[in-house]
């Protein structure tokens, strides 16, 4: 059985369907089903998904007449066989890490609900959007309060952020209400969260969110957002009601009912505005020529870039550059190693690196040690000048470091799957054993 099953519904989408099954088929994270359900549609999105499912074996196409989203969605739900359960709408697409790293969090923290950042696109301008800055799992009770704050963001009311597990939507029989045309997806949400123990929020946008025609929010005028509101606001007292005793409740009731007065805001991509881009410079790209393939030259430059990309999304899930993230990951892999080691594997000086240890240092990532060396001396110098000793700064982790550290060897056992993806255990055996006597002679060259 799949370990995760992917929901897409369909309807008249036929200039942009292929890219969202594109991206999910382009996942580095393989061991999944995508069932597509066309919702009636009267274009050609029907006849894509067929062509999609003839050629992958991972793919499912589900026909039905239109009965809306939540019909489509919860036929797919009925037909899931996967461990954990992603949704994506037809508009929009995912980043190729995003299953893997939603799966990594669910079974790393050993939690019932994972919730991600996404990226909000606007025609050719992408920003991203989140709200939980907390970098460890959250109660039932401490994400009800969190969502208090702002619960009518997207963050918190859609599906395609999450990944669910399967057994406590087919334990509650949680489906969408398909007599509900608006914010189904946020009482879906309000009732899973009611079964779950513990949910951890990934700081890192892995979907991008196409505001497009049509939707809620383009129609969005205040009066239709307040009705849309009207229509939830009794799950959603209840909701907390089930949250919170009598008396927390009582207490809350102000900020609980505040809900009615917000705004359904999935935020903006306006040019100017801070943390929005041109789409396409989120994520690092390279330009893979033909005439780089088979040399030394082109060989360390892919590896090296593949890893900056997977440490990539550690800089951005704990708010680093990626530069304090290759940092990290040296400090990791060398169990604590000296300044000047340290500035040679980032290719900087002594002063430069100063400055980012200091930063490191201040968020209890790193901690540096100064001890006292004996030089190493000639047979022939003089007595006094072998007790001659000097000072060597080395650089190990701090006491803060510990989620990050996880992070890095996550992300580089990530690193080495993909590489090594579609190669069998004797084939990379046998590349460590010569790996490691070509870097046994590169060491031995570059110390004479």
């Given at each position: 059985m799949p370990k995760v099953t992917i929901i897409v519904p369909v309807y008249n989408a036929e200039k942009v369907v292929g890219r969202c099954i594109?991206?999910?088929?382009?996942?580095?994270?393989?061991?999944?089903?995508?069932?597509?359900?066309?919702?009636?549609?009267?274009?050609?999105?029907?006849?894509?998904?067929?062509?999609?499912?003839?050629?992958?074996?991972?793919?499912?196409?589900?026909?039905?007449?239109?009965?809306?989203?939540?019909?489509?969605?919860?036929?797919?739900?009925?037909?899931?066989?996967?461990?954990?359960?992603?949704?994506?709408?037809?508009?929009?697409?995912?980043?190729?890490?995003?299953?893997?790293?939603?799966?990594?969090?669910?079974?790393?923290?050993?939690?019932?609900?994972?919730?991600?950042?996404?990226?909000?696109?606007?025609?050719?301008?992408?920003?991203?959007?989140?709200?939980?800055?907390?970098?460890?799992?959250?109660?039932?009770?401490?994400?009800?309060?969190?969502?208090?704050?702002?619960?009518?963001?997207?963050?918190?009311?859609?599906?395609?952020?999450?990944?669910?597990?399967?057994?406590?939507?087919?334990?509650?029989?949680?489906?969408?209400?398909?007599?509900?045309?608006?914010?189904?997806?946020?009482?879906?949400?309000?009732?899973?969260?009611?079964?779950?123990?513990?949910?951890?929020?990934?700081?890192?946008?892995?979907?991008?969110?196409?505001?497009?025609?049509?939707?809620?929010?383009?129609?969005?005028?205040?009066?239709?957002?307040?009705?849309?509101?009207?229509?939830?606001?009794?799950?959603?007292?209840?909701?907390?009601?089930?949250?919170?005793?009598?008396?927390?409740?009582t207490v809350r009731k102000p900020e609980i009912y505040a809900f009615m007065l917000q705004f359904a805001g999935d935020g903006g991509a306006t040019p100017g505005l801070p943390g929005t881009k041109r789409l396409g410079k989120e994520r690092m790209t390279v330009h893979v020529g033909q005439t780089m393939a088979n040399s030394a030259v082109a060989d360390a430059f892919f590896a090296d870039k593949l890893l900056e990309r997977y440490l990539d999304t550690v800089a951005t899930q704990f708010g680093l550059s990626l530069a304090d993230a290759r940092a990290l990951a040296f400090v990791t892999i060398t169990d604590g190693c000296t300044k000047a080691e340290l500035a040679e594997y980032l290719d900087t000086n002594t002063v430069s690196l100063s400055a980012q240890l200091t930063r490191l240092s201040r968020k209890g990532l790193v901690d540096t040690i100064v001890e006292r060396e004996p030089h190493t001396v000639s047979p022939t110098a003089a007595t006094d000048a072998s007790q001659e000793s000097r000072r060597v700064v080395h650089v190990v982790l701090g006491e803060k470091a510990a989620p990050v550290e996880e992070a890095i060897r996550t992300s580089l056992a990530d690193y080495d799957a993909a590489r090594f993806a579609g190669i069998s255990e004797e084939d990379v055996r046998a590349w460590r054993e010569v790996s490691a006597r070509i870097a046994a002679n590169e060491r031995e060259l570059l110390a004479r």
């Open positions: 594109d991206s999910i088929l382009a996942q580095d994270f393989s061991d999944f089903e995508l069932i597509a359900v066309d919702d009636g549609s009267d274009d050609s999105s029907g006849r894509i998904l067929d062509d999609y499912a003839a050629h992958d074996p991972r793919v499912r196409a589900i026909h039905q007449g239109n009965g809306g989203v939540s019909r489509a969605r919860n036929r797919a739900l009925d037909e899931a066989r996967g461990d954990y359960v992603q949704f994506l709408d037809a508009d929009d697409w995912i980043s190729p890490e995003a299953t893997r790293l939603l799966v990594h969090a669910m079974e790393d923290y050993d939690v019932d609900m994972v919730i991600c950042d996404f990226y909000r696109v606007v025609g050719t301008r992408v920003a991203p959007k989140g709200d939980i800055d907390f970098d460890r799992p959250v109660s039932r009770e401490e994400y009800a309060e969190l969502m208090m704050r702002n619960p009518a963001d997207f963050y918190y009311g859609v599906l395609w952020n999450k990944l669910f597990r399967r057994s406590i939507l087919e334990e509650h029989h949680l489906r969408m209400d398909p007599d509900i045309s608006w914010s189904e997806d946020f009482i879906f949400n309000m009732e899973y969260v009611l079964r779950c123990r513990s949910i951890y929020p990934l700081g890192v946008p892995l979907y991008y969110y196409v505001k497009t025609e049509g939707s809620l929010v383009s129609q969005g005028t205040f009066a239709s957002t307040v009705q849309m509101k009207l229509n939830v606001i009794q799950y959603y007292r209840d909701f907390y009601k089930k949250v919170y005793d009598k008396d927390e409740y």
